[in-house]
């Protein structure tokens, strides 16, 4: 039913072109000869035909441009929607001051065209400039402008420091417990983020990707509060390397200043160890605190979800370590007593294996 009724609506509206067109065309020379009744009858066939020719393929545009439009729209946050929206008003508003002049224009079907591309333009800019420049501002309020290297400020150390220097990665500002640890003391010396960081920051700021913008915004927060931080010295600096990635350029600005990088990348992590470069990895830090259990050790774990392996139930520690528990699957949902039997450890975490008791 639905196909028939787009079918009849195509139809209609190839006919109503063709009427169009027909009108337009009356007006040339070339067709003043051809009867009028001929010429509509003949462009609404031809134009009606065309349309349901096309059907399918102009339904399947339509959804694809409806989808693309609820993306776009559903990753904006509120300030974006405002400012989108008072940009594309002062935009058309612009166009149609500027489409006036176009009707002083002989040839109606030119100013008609000029019209519509004016209109179409400045809606786009009018939608696209205020969000890049609201995305611009908070970045700017968050970093010194190019070329002032280090951040002024107070910083409140005591006696002589003479830690490396640590180079911060971009997961780790993302990620956000670099701020925590901080707090803590535990980071000695002053944190170095060159530009090419801050580029990659704002670029996944700016991303289409809800999540990914959503991450951005968080990594810039962070780094205001590192920048503010009385507790470390933040230097900002415009060191770069040509034809170079992110990785390969912090391994690179850690050997020239001789210090350590900071990240949560594991892969960055065995390329540093190759090339001989410290490293001080966030996740490897939380694995080492994490407490230590035994087997024989006995808790209450809340199995929350079914396991890999046949039977097996899965539930977590407050410190995310997965507790992996046999012959589980039947307590889904339930906290049970249970006791250690294993504990594999490995790169990326530990699980602890226990089954009930």
Do not use: W
């Not at 530009?195 to 996944?204: A, D, M, P």
């Not at 990348?265 to 490897?284: F, G, M, P, R, S």
């Amino acid at each position: 039913m639905l196909k028939r009724l787009s079918k009849l609506v195509s139809a209609v509206l190839g006919i109503l072109v063709g009427v169009g067109v027909a009108n337009i065309l009356e007006k040339v020379s070339v067709f003043q000869g051809v009867e009028t009744k001929v010429l509509y009858t003949i462009n609404g066939i031809i134009f009606s035909l065309l349309f349901l020719f096309f059907t399918n393929a102009m339904i399947k545009g339509l959804r694809k441009l409806i989808r693309t439009l609820e993306k776009a729209i559903f990753t904006l946050d509120t300030k974006e929607i405002i400012s989108s929206t008072i940009g594309f008003t002062v935009g058309m508003v612009i166009a149609l001051l500027i489409s006036n002049i176009f009707k002083y224009i002989p040839i109606k079907s030119i100013g008609l065209v000029l019209t519509v591309i004016t209109y179409i333009i400045l809606g786009y800019l009018g939608i696209s400039i205020p969000r890049n420049f609201i995305t611009n501002i908070d970045f700017l309020q968050y970093f010194p402008v190019k070329g002032e290297k280090t951040v002024s400020k107070k910083v409140l150390i005591t006696g002589e420091c003479n830690a490396q220097p640590k180079i911060v990665d971009t997961s780790v500002i993302i990620d956000g417990r670099i701020v925590d640890i901080i707090q803590t003391g535990f980071i000695e010396g002053k944190l170095v983020i060159p530009n090419f960081v801050l580029e990659e920051l704002q670029h996944i700021a700016d991303s289409a990707d809800d999540l990914k913008r959503k991450k951005g915004r968080r990594g810039l927060d962070i780094l205001k509060q590192l920048i503010d931080s009385p507790i470390v010295a933040v230097e900002v600096t415009d060191v770069d390397y040509e034809n170079s990635e992110v990785d390969s350029k912090l391994l690179k600005l850690a050997i020239d200043l001789d210090g350590s990088v900071l990240t949560n990348d594991y892969n960055l992590n065995k390329v540093a160890a190759v090339q001989n470069v410290k490293v001080l990895n966030i996740n490897e830090l939380a694995n080492a605190v994490k407490p230590v259990v035994i087997p024989g050790e006995q808790f209450k774990v809340d199995i929350i979800q079914k396991g890999k392996g046949n039977n097996q139930g899965v539930g977590y520690l407050d410190d995310g370590t997965m507790i992996v528990v046999e012959d589980g699957e039947k307590f889904i949902g339930q906290k049970i007593d249970s006791m250690v039997t294993s504990v594999l450890q490995t790169d990326a975490g530990r699980m602890i294996f226990v089954k009930p008791i």
